[in-house]
């Protein structure tokens, strides 16, 4: 198998992974989400935190699967034995996954900051 052919091989066994990742990501936003709303109905301060706590972690991971995705996309740009089109959609590709990246940082830095949880996060 040539090189360019196992090398795609082994980033798509990657995106594999991140949507298992992505999976538990789901089940732990629902937990998250009965939490705030305990926290809402009830005033349960212990809701409140694990919500928070919860919402952190989820975040840290997503980080990580943006930046891989941002490695990936950066490694991409850098190949130049690429067509105009190509190169240009490689382009986008990285400003994309940077927008993604930095939002991320954005979701995680509001949810440090915001002890009153008065800001909806609805990026994950």
């Known amino acids: 198998m040539n090189q360019n052919i196992q090398k795609r091989m082994?980033?798509?066994q990657i995106e594999n992974n991140i949507w298992i990742i992505?999976?538990?990501?789901i089940g732990f936003s629902f937990y998250a989400n009965y939490l705030e709303?305990?926290?809402?109905?009830t005033n349960n301060q212990?809701?409140?935190e694990t919500y928070r706590k919860i919402n952190t972690?989820?975040?840290t991971?997503?980080?990580i699967v943006y930046a891989y995705f941002e490695k990936d996309a950066i490694e991409s740009f850098q190949d130049k034995k690429k067509s105009t089109t190509?190169?240009?959609y490689d382009t986008l590709i990285l400003i994309a996954?940077?927008?993604?990246l930095i939002s991320g940082f954005i979701f995680l830095y509001i949810i440090l900051e915001d002890n009153n949880l008065e800001e909806e996060i609805a990026f994950n």
Do not use: E, H, P, W
């Not at 992505?22 to 990501?25: A, E, R, T, V």
């Not at 709303?37 to 109905?41: G, I, S």
């Not at 996954?97 to 993604?100: C, E, G, L, P, Q």
């Open 10 to 12: 082994n980033q798509i």
């Open 22 to 25: 992505y999976l538990f990501i």
């Open 37 to 41: 709303k305990d926290y809402f109905l």
């Open 46 to 48: 212990n809701s409140k």
């Open 57 to 59: 972690s989820i975040f």
């Open 61 to 63: 991971v997503l980080i």
């Open 86 to 88: 190509q190169q240009k």
């Open 97 to 100: 996954s940077t927008a993604i």
